[in-house]
């Protein structure tokens, strides 16, 4: 026995612990292999034995010889396997020791190690494994850190999430994700991907991405596509294992486990707040101000604190603490009074539910009454946080269903109806989220509830009570429920039953995927398991391809039990290893120059490489060169390619500067990406950077382009533009980005769009160079999009949308350059790269990306398609919309099937706009998927054609939209089927298929050949024997295309098959078509009977129509064949109407067409529409041959017509004023025509039009003004030159004839337009208009900052025109001019400087003095107060900023007047003369606050003397320039008071109001300002009343005193119509721009409040005189502006204002209610103005009916208002429907109630009066035939009276015209141009009138002593003058209106006695003029005394002397002035 065996044998006598820890390694060897063989031999894993074992191994396994370690590897895996988990004791010790000393041996120690780890796991030392591995990633040698990855990426892969926790090993991620080696981190990806699989992509996203270099991330991204299916454990602990047998004897006496249960026993989900560290956010909290800021009085202070609070408790996991404060103080939040601020703080408290879970159980029941309770707020933001967060609480488990029943019923007894909805909402979604065995405990506490819910009024809450059952129901089923139930009716029942069955298909459609996914899971399951089982590496993850899992790779620890082959698993790991290649590695390790020249090697001479070091360049360029030619005569050049390019990476490098050398290093390197087989991908990355750069410089440009293009062909553009798109987003250089885009250009060009990732290249291109601040890249970019254009065609505009419009239509321009190609767009290089192939496959033709949207068709959505709830259907209508536009509307067809099948039955839905909504998106998916959607959709292009059976038009456009989409999506012939099958149905109806036969004409005429087409021949010919002209027209013109497109051998098939009438049709089409004839000779035969000779020619003339029309086909009517016949018809034609007027100007109404236009600067093209109703406006009002001659197609009789025009117009100037605007609809509709001709000759027409209307003084009325001007100034910028000088002299004329201030608002939108010519044109016009009507535009001014940013346009022509009128307004107001031109850079002031500079030199050339002098010297003379003249300067307009109401009056009265006060300067009486009375305005316009202080005082003077001297013509002048001085006034309010805020005296404010309130306290004066000057005034005036900065002012309490003074006197003294409609419309919320300043802590919302509330205060004043002016107003329009007021709100917004008692909106009530009380049923007369025919019916109607019916059951109706029975309305009053009724049931009842007046003896008179105004108004009508019951002797007196009024009318003495409709109060007192006196004796009625009314006495703003005196004397006048009986009308009416008197003026009284007077002229015909002489005398003397000027009264007698009657208008009610209306056609168009 040798020594060495003598020493094993003795060895093994000694204990364990010395064998094992023997110097001689034999000793240990043999002890170790001892040990395993005794471990193996244990059968019970409690033996004592293997205790003392456990604390050896932690020694034996850092043996330090290596096969001696194998063995104490092979002796623990051996001790594992025996034990169980009592050895976890030893585990800490021992796995360290395997970390730090067997990770780093030798492969098969590696593997024994890990094979060791996965024992310790399977006995459950879970944590000191992953103990041992957090050390172990932390070694420093990179080689003992992958297998520590590996085992971890093995045992979670093995025993799963639920043994392993993952959180462990997100926390040790991070730090190998930036390790140096690719190894380790390549491991860690596959680690990262495997943890996907366990817990989840999302999670690990969020808790790992955020620590990942942008790289990774990338390749993480691309390989979790790969990364499905949910993973399952494939190995079970120790312990499990022990359980298995048990449950296999279990299973063989039941029988096999159910496979529903199998599947369900998946692995529970991994939560992702249990994988993060909580987080500790109370002190921060602390530190950041939160208690303080809580506590704040303004609320954003609030709002930030709690924001604050919300951004920490964001966090996924917070750490518990003392939240009992912060809930404390949230709680009171809840209830802020800023909505913000609450729902800041339920967010918050919805994020600490979210964050501390069961931890906030107790501060959740805290707040969810106050919660529930705050449901009632209908502020959208507020109840979407509160839903929000109450399910937050319920989802984290701080609430469930059991805390919270008291709760819940607290709530559903709440009084508002949304907090018991809502809640009840709630709970039905914590039902649905609860388990089965919560809601079966608590579900008898919860149905009563429900029960109760269900007898609600309300509706909502109904349906929320039997969702919420619904939801109980579906959990618990019902028999549960039975009881509870039984108290339900049938229909409930039924109900519930309906939505539990929803529930339930809801459930198996969600239900029906997850069993199939669950049926495939354990197929992958199996293959992910056996992957990870035999996986060798967690890289190994990374492939990318799936059946890498399941290939057998290697064997790992789970195998040792089963003692695998392991010859049989080297095999599987090479064939795999051949048959998937690894993915290339392109990251380019660092490696020094050291390394480099070393690796290089014998490759290259070293004296080259010293060279290439040299700093001297001949000597590099020399060495490159060398080492170039070297290079060229490398044999094997593959191998070295790598270390060639580090090489020349780093010698030279890309820091060299000699371009030389720099030149020839690119060459080497494309020499070699050129010449190599393979050039590795890792080289390209060294290399892009540089090379990027180079291709920055000029000189290096072209090589670096090509060598870019060479790295293309070697690895494929995909890769280069990947990593390109980097390189050039974050250069500094910008050349760097737009020359790389301009080799992108030339790149896509070679090699198309196949190998790249087009949604990331257009990606690049809009958000980095389109956004490019430089113009070169943008433009590169364009370029480049337009290549692309050019391979993938039109839908790339999708993916553009967003872009801005000016660069979209340089895209537009660049397109047209690069048409789409298709297939024959060939790249011109190809990629020699192995991985082309596929990423062409994946390109293909279609390349743009399609998204598979089928992942956003969820079940609920499908779900909401078929909810019986309305809204719900909209929304998911809506939800696919937004589906396809996130996809860039390209999307792939999977799971479109089920959508398309829902979308089906939207198309039957009851709700018609839902019908529309689904047409719309079924066409937006058909484009959306292209080709594809025919086999997607199901047939439902049957569906979409039955759609057009519907008889609204609306519906019948969108279901052509529809067609016309599935058309760009499909082909015709795959349409024709169905197409075919709806024109047979005889539900389509007429109208659809007449649209359907259009549509298929204009389809077919866009094609040449369509053989398919002639199956729709048969339902064509069908057709033409439709009972419908239309349709069979448009069949007519169907077949004839029809005809065209198909073959002659498909017509002869169709026509054997066809007989009767449809041959015979078909034939006859067919004669013109000489190829067919001989064909048909026996077809002819037949046709001979049923066709006639005419019916053939019409054929003919139909087809020649065809064919000269091309595409457009035309009805043979409409086709005039040419020839002498016709000719001379139409001569025949002329000649019979040339006797008649030119225009029909009597049935004529300008007024209310003008109403119907719609006023905007911008031009818009007229629409179809429009163009129809000029049409027929054309018809109406021109004779028959000049309206055919304009409406005419041929150019050449249009310009007849104008020529036509042309001769009329000298003495037709009056009747083409009447139509003016008609033919300007025309003028407009010519300019957007492209004829020439006929546009020259509208311009040549035009001047000479406008010339006629100077001389006529006719000005364009503001309707007339939107109808031209717009149009005239955006097609002013005409191509032609001709046609722009013509425009540009029309344009100057209008703003010469105009004022130029109603131009300059047009000419200003003019500059905004997209045509160049056109914004030239209208800079050159705005300075005309400054130097020749400077003065008239002085309230605009600031609009000259406009064309000042014109000066940076990038057009040199504009920045021209700009500063030459820059330069003339300089002329004009000097210095000043900066004031008005905005912000400008500093190269726009200097461009400004030196044009000034240029044109003060031009000046003084032409000696025209200093810029801004005249202006200055004009302020100065009216400053100075001096005698001098000034130049006149013009009206001052008001700027054009209020609302623009229509005017009424004769323009071209009102123009004449202009005009004189414009050319001829009159002298008024007093000091100062006209003149310093306008230069008085132009001061207040122009001067600053102080300056015009001084124009003020003259205007104070003047309207003193004015006033003292009311006999003056004085006060006439003053009365037409009282809107100008008010508007000049308005204007300056706001000025003065921003001037005084600044700290200066508040003088000027108070001069500004003082001149207003004596304006104001002249009642002439008030009332000749018009409504739109009233508007800007009193808003002005109520938004200072409400500055809080005023009273802080100089004087600020006096300023606040005297506004509300003035307030008060110009609701007083105004115009109270014009009051009310401008107070009306100020209730609506002000536009937050009028505001003067808005505080800090105040918000719009609240000062808009403020402000309504002093409307509102206003109108009441107004409102409460109303019983006393209601004669005053013109109820029409008040009626019209509470019309648009209740209109703009809409019924919704009225309930919701009603339910919160809104003050406006009560206000509006109750001036509708105090109207209708005082007038009663009359007031329905006064709807003249609202559209009552309109549908659905004006909300106004349905408040009057209301009022009616209230006020007469309430018997408070004033049954004819003050005035008395005088009133045609009356007749009506006890029949609120009247006003509805037709005009005859309406004129029957009005001459009823006249019957009625004649019958009594006191308003006889009236009554035969009013009996003749009907005759004369209605002469066919029979009046006797309403007095057959009536005796003769009635009939005789009513025959007698209507004689007598005759001979009355005959004389004189009754008005010529008819009435105006209830006129205004002006039509009361001053005599009205529509009405002419007739009297001879009455010469100067007009002069007369005007003297009764220029009364300015006191007795106007004064009340007089007693209004009983007066009523007595006027008793007493009527008495003594023996007055007959029927003439005491006239003392009752005045009687009655003076008690009704509340605070009227002696005007009032006098209009009374007006009325006395013309009711004794109606009531004594015969007595003459006698008595009413007395009665003359009697008051101009008896009475002078008691009233003031009673010599006024001549002038009222002489009035009834000439029958002019101011009183008929009263006597007519506003029913009378709407039945002629009616009458006169003027309603027509409402």
């Not at 404060?325 to 967010?347: F, M, S, Y």
Request: aromatic fraction near 6%; charge should be neutral.
């Amino acid at each position: 026995m040798s020594e060495e065996e003598k020493l094993l044998k003795d060895a093994k006598k000694l204990p364990w612990e010395d064998r094992l820890l023997h110097k001689n390694w034999k000793v240990r060897n043999e002890a170790n292999i001892d040990l395993a063989s005794v471990c193996d031999s244990i059968t019970d894993p409690k033996d004592s034995r293997l205790r003392d074992f456990g604390p050896l191994f932690k020694k034996t396994v850092t043996d330090s010889n290596a096969p001696v370690q194998e063995k104490a590897l092979d002796a623990l895996i051996a001790f594992l396997r025996a034990a169980d988990a009592d050895a976890a004791r030893y585990a800490k010790e021992i796995c360290d020791a395997i970390v730090s000393k067997c990770l780093t041996g030798r492969p098969k120690t590696v593997e024994k190690a890990q094979a060791a780890f996965m024992l310790w796991v399977e006995l459950e030392a879970v944590d000191a494994f992953l103990d041992a591995m957090e050390k172990g990633i932390k070694n420093k040698v990179a080689k003992a850190v992958v297998p520590a990855v590996d085992v971890m990426f093995q045992a979670l892969s093995d025993f799963g999430a639920k043994i392993v926790p993952p959180k462990r090993i997100l926390k040790m991620l991070p730090e190998l994700f930036d390790h140096q080696d690719q190894n380790v981190r390549a491991s860690s990806k596959g680690l990262t991907l495997e943890l996907c699989r366990w817990i989840g992509k999302d999670p690990v996203k969020s808790i790992l991405f955020e620590k990942m270099r942008d790289t990774m991330k990338k390749e993480l991204e691309a390989e979790l596509v790969n990364v499905t299916g949910t993973a399952k454990p494939s190995r079970k602990i120790r312990s499990e294992q022990d359980k298995e047998p048990e449950q296999e004897a279990m299973s063989e006496v039941v029988g096999p486990v159910p496979t529903a249960e199998s599947s369900t026993d998946a692995p529970p989900e991994i939560d992702e707040y249990e994988l993060v560290d909580p987080v500790d956010i109370l002190t921060p909290l602390e530190k950041s101000g939160f208690w303080d800021g809580v506590k704040a009085t303004k609320w954003s202070e609030r709002k930030d604190a709690v924001a604050e609070l919300t951004k920490f408790a964001s966090t996924k996991r917070i750490a518990p603490g003392d939240f009992t404060e912060v809930c404390r103080t949230l709680k009171k939040l809840i209830t802020d009074v800023n909505i913000a601020v609450a729902v800041e703080a339920i967010q918050a408290i919805g994020n600490l539910a979210s964050g501390l879970r069961l931890h906030f159980s107790g501060s959740s029941r805290f707040l969810l009454p106050v919660l529930l309770e705050k449901l009632k707020e209908k502020k959208p933001t507020l109840m979407e946080s509160l839903t929000q967060t109450l399910q937050a609480m319920h989802r984290a488990g701080c609430l469930n269903l059991v805390d919270i029943v008291e709760d819940v019923r607290t709530a559903t007894k709440n009084k508002v109806p949304l907090v018991r909805s809502l809640t009840l909402n709630w709970v039905t979604f914590c039902t649905e989220t609860s388990n089965k065995a919560v809601v079966l405990k608590v579900h008898k506490d919860y149905v009563p509830i429900f029960m109760e819910c269900l007898n609600d009024m309300t509706p909502e809450v109904r349906d929320a009570a039997f969702s919420a059952l619904a939801a109980i129901a579906k959990l618990v089923g019902m028999r549960p429920l039975e009881r509870s139930l039984e108290k339900l009716d049938d229909v409930r029942r039924k109900k519930l039953s309906e939505m539990i069955m929803g529930h339930e298909v809801g459930m198996s459609a969600v239900l029906v995927p997850v069993q199939t996914s669950g049926g495939s899971v354990p197929s992958l399951e199996l293959q992910a398991s056996e992957g990870a089982f035999v996986r060798k590496s967690a890289a190994s993850m990374l492939t990318g391809k799936r059946p890498v899992q399941a290939a057998p790779v290697i064997k790992k620890g789970g195998s040792i039990k089963s003692g695998a082959n392991k010859k049989s698993d080297g095999t599987g790991q090479l064939k795999s290893s051949k048959t998937i290649e690894a993915p290339e590695d392109v990251e380019p390790a660092e490696m020094g120059l050291e390394e480099i020249e070393r690796r290089l090697g014998s490759l290259l001479q070293l004296e080259i490489i010293s060279q290439l070091k040299s700093t001297i360049w001949k000597e590099r360029l020399e060495a490159i060169s060398l080492l170039k030619q070297q290079v060229e005569g490398l044999q094997e050049l593959d191998q070295s390619v790598e270390i060639l390019i580090r090489l020349l990476c780093a010698l030279p490098g890309w820091s060299e500067k000699n371009v030389q050398v720099q030149q020839q290093v690119i060459e080497v390197i494309t020499y070699i990406a050129s010449t190599v087989t393979k050039f590795p991908k890792k080289c390209v990355v060294l290399c892009l950077l540089g090379i990027s750069e180079r291709v920055a410089d000029i000189k290096t440009r072209a090589h670096a382009m090509k060598c870019l293009t060479t790295f293309c062909e070697a690895v494929g553009p995909g890769f280069i533009f990947e990593r390109i798109y980097k390189i050039m987003k974050e250069h500094k250089n910008p050349k760097v980005l737009s020359e790389g885009i301009v080799w992108m250009v030339s790149a896509v060009e070679d090699f198309g769009v196949s190998h790249l990732k087009l949604k990331d290249l257009i990606d690049f291109c809009k958000e980095t160079g389109l956004q490019s601040s430089a113009a070169a890249t943008r433009n590169a970019t364009i370029k480049l999009l337009g290549v692309v254009h050019k391979f993938v065609g039109p839908d790339i505009k999708g993916f553009l949308a967003d872009v801005k419009p000016a660069l979209l239509s340089a895209l537009d321009t660049e397109y047209e350059k690069n048409p789409f190609e298709g297939a024959s767009a060939v790249p011109k290089k190809t990629v020699r790269a192995s991985e082309s192939n596929l990423s062409v496959t994946v390109g293909g033709l279609d390349s743009l990306p399609r998204e598979d949207i089928s992942g956003k068709i969820t079940p609920t959505l499908l779900k909401s398609l078929e909810s019986p709830d309305w809204k719900v259907r909209l929304e998911s209508i809506e939800a696919v919309t937004k589906i396809l536009e996130e996809a860039n509307k390209r999307i792939q067809p999977t799971g479109t099937v089920e959508l398309f099948g829902a979308l089906r039955g939207r198309l039957s839905d009851s709700n018609k706009n839902l019908v529309m909504a689904t047409l719309t998106t079924i066409g937006s998916v058909a484009t959306a998927m292209g080709p594809a959607v025919e086999k997607s959709s199901k047939g439902i292009l049957s569906d979409v054609l039955k759609c057009l059976g519907d008889n609204k038009k609306h519906m019948r456009e969108c279901t052509l939209n529809a067609l016309d989409s599935w058309l760009g999506a499909v082909h015709l012939d795959k349409m024709v089927p169905c197409i075919t099958l709806a024109l047979t149905d005889t539900k389509l109806g007429a109208e659809g298929r007449k649209d359907l036969f259009d549509w298929l004409s204009k389809q077919l005429a866009g094609v040449s050949d369509f053989s398919d087409a002639v199956y729709l021949l048969k339902p064509a010919c069908s057709a033409m024997t439709d009972k419908s002209s239309d349709v069979r027209k448009a069949a007519e013109t169907c077949i004839n295309e029809i005809l065209r497109v198909s073959g002659q051998e498909t017509i002869e098939k169709i026509l054997k098959d066809m007989h009767g009438p449809a041959l015979a049709l078909v034939v006859e089409r067919l004669k013109p078509y000489g190829a067919f004839q001989e064909s048909f000779e026996s077809a002819k035969v037949m046709s001979v009977g049923p066709t006639s000779k005419s019916s053939s020619r019409v054929g003919k003339s139909t087809s020649n129509g065809v064919m000269k029309h091309g595409n457009r086909t035309m009805p043979s009517r409409a086709i005039v064949t040419k020839g002498s016949k016709t000719e001379s018809v139409t001569s025949v034609q002329d000649i019979a109407v040339q006797s008649h007027a030119l225009f029909y100007v009597k049935d004529s109404n300008k007024e209310d067409r003008e109403r119907m236009v719609v006023r905007r600067f911008k031009f818009e093209e007229p629409r179809l529409e429009q163009i129809q109703d000029l049409e027929n406006d054309m018809m109406r009002y021109l004779r028959e041959d000049l309206h055919r001659r304009l409406l005419s197609t041929d150019f050449k009789k249009q310009v007849e017509g104008l020529e036509m025009l042309q001769k009329a117009l000298p003495s037709l100037a009056k009747e083409i004023i009447e139509v003016l605007d008609v033919l300007l609809r025309w003028f407009v509709l010519q300019f957007c025509k492209s004829n020439t001709t006929c546009l020259l000759k509208v311009l040549e027409f035009l001047p000479e039009l406008f010339d006629t209307l100077k001389d006529e003084a006719y000005s364009l009325t503001e309707s007339e003004a939107a109808i031209f001007l717009p149009c005239l100034i955006e097609k002013s910028g005409h191509n032609i030159e001709k046609v722009r000088e013509k425009m540009r002299e029309l344009t100057k004329q209008i703003v010469t004839i105009c004022s130029a201030s109603k131009s300059f608002p047009y000419i200003l939108e003019g500059l905004r337009s997209k045509n160049n010519r056109t914004r030239i044109e209208c800079v050159d016009l705005v300075g005309f208009i400054i130097d020749h009507h400077g003065a008239e535009i002085s309230g605009q001014l600031k609009s000259l900052q406009i064309v000042a940013s014109l000066t940076a346009e990038r057009d040199g022509e504009i920045r021209k025109a700009a500063l030459n009128t820059l330069a003339l307004g300089y002329k004009i107001l000097g210095e000043d001019i900066w004031r008005y031109v905005g912000k400008l850079t500093d190269a726009q002031k200097s461009m400004l400087d030196d044009r000034f500079k240029w044109k003060v030199r031009e000046m003084e050339k032409k000696k025209e003095g200093r810029p801004g002098e005249a202006r200055a010297a004009l302020r100065r003379s009216v400053r100075e107060n001096s005698s001098d003249v000034a130049e006149q300067s013009g009206e001052v307009s008001r700027s054009v900023s209020g609302p623009i109401y229509s005017s009424y009056r004769k323009n071209y009265g009102h123009s004449e007047l202009q005009m004189d006060r414009q050319l001829v300067p009159q002298s008024l009486a007093g000091v100062n003369g006209p003149t310093d009375w306008n230069e008085a305005l132009d001061i207040i316009s122009f001067g600053s606050p102080e300056q015009s202080v001084e124009g003020m005082k003259v205007v104070c003077h003047e309207l003193a003397q004015a006033t003292s001297d009311p006999d003056g013509s004085a006060m006439d002048e003053l009365v037409k320039d009282s809107d100008r001085l008010v508007s000049c006034l308005a204007n300056k309010v706001a000025k003065t008071f921003d001037f005084s805020l600044t700290g200066a005296s508040s003088r000027s404010c108070k001069y500004v109001l003082n001149t207003l309130m004596q304006t104001f306290q002249n009642k002439r004066l008030a009332h000749a300002v018009k409504e739109s000057t009233l508007d800007s005034l009193i808003t002005e005036l109520l938004l200072w009343l409400l500055d809080e900065r005023v009273p802080h002012m100089d004087d600020g309490s006096q300023l606040l005193k005297a506004l509300n003074v003035l307030m008060l006197k110009i609701l007083d003294n105004a115009d109270r119509t014009s009051s009310f409609v401008v107070l009306i419309n100020l209730l609506r919320p002000l536009d937050p721009s009028r505001w003067p300043s808005l505080a800090s802590n105040e918000s719009f919302a609240s000062r808009n409040q403020k402000f309504s509330d002093l409307v509102v205060k206003c109108l009441i004043k107004l409102t409460k005189v109303l019983q006393s002016t209601i004669y005053e107003v013109d109820l029409d329009r008040i009626l019209q502006s509470i019309h648009l007021y209740l209109q703009d709100l809409g019924m919704e917004e009225i309930r919701r204002r009603a339910g919160a008692d809104d003050k406006p909106l009560r206000m509006v009530k109750t001036v509708l209610h105090e109207l209708v009380k005082l007038r009663g049923a009359a007031i329905k007369g006064h709807l003249s103005m609202v559209p009552i025919d309109m549908k659905p019916q004006p909300i106004i109607l349905a408040y009057i009916d209301l009022n009616l019916e209230t006020l007469a059951a309430a018997r408070m109706l004033t049954s004819s208002g003050p005035g008395g029975q005088t009133h045609w309305g009356d007749s009506v009053a006890n029949n609120p429907s009247s006003g509805t009724h037709s005009a005859d049931a309406q004129l029957k009842q009005e001459l009823a109630a006249i019957f009625k007046k004649i019958g009594d003896k006191q308003t006889c008179t009236i009554g035969l009066y009013e009996l003749y105004r009907i005759t004369q108004l209605y002469p066919k009508v029979d009046i006797f035939s309403q007095l057959q019951n009536a005796s003769e002797a009635f009939r005789t007196y009513i025959r007698d009276g209507l004689a007598q009024m005759e001979k009355n009318a005959a004389a004189g003495r009754t008005p010529a015209s008819l009435p105006m409709p209830t006129p205004p109060p002006v039509a009361l007192t001053i005599s009205s141009p529509d009405f002419t006196p007739l009297s001879p004796v009455h010469t100067n009625a007009l002069n007369d009138a005007k003297s009764l009314n220029v009364k300015s006495d006191p007795t106007n703003f004064n009340l007089p002593p007693s209004y009983s005196e007066d009523s007595r004397a006027i008793n007493a006048l009527t008495s003594s003058r023996g007055f007959t009986s029927e003439n005491s009308l006239g003392d009752q009416r005045n009687e009655r209106f003076i008690t009704g008197v509340t605070s009227g003026t002696l005007d009032a009284i006098r209009e009374r006695m007006r009325s006395m007077q013309l009711a004794a002229a109606a009531g004594n015909p015969d007595a003459g003029s006698r008595p009413l002489m007395s009665m003359n005398d009697s008051l101009n003397h008896g009475f002078s005394s008691q009233i003031p000027h009673a010599s006024d009264r001549s002038g009222a007698e002489n009035t009834v002397q000439s029958g002019v009657l101011p009183m008929d208008e009263k006597a007519l009610s506003g029913l009378q002035a709407r039945m002629e209306r009616l009458k006169s056609g003027a309603i027509e168009h409402l």
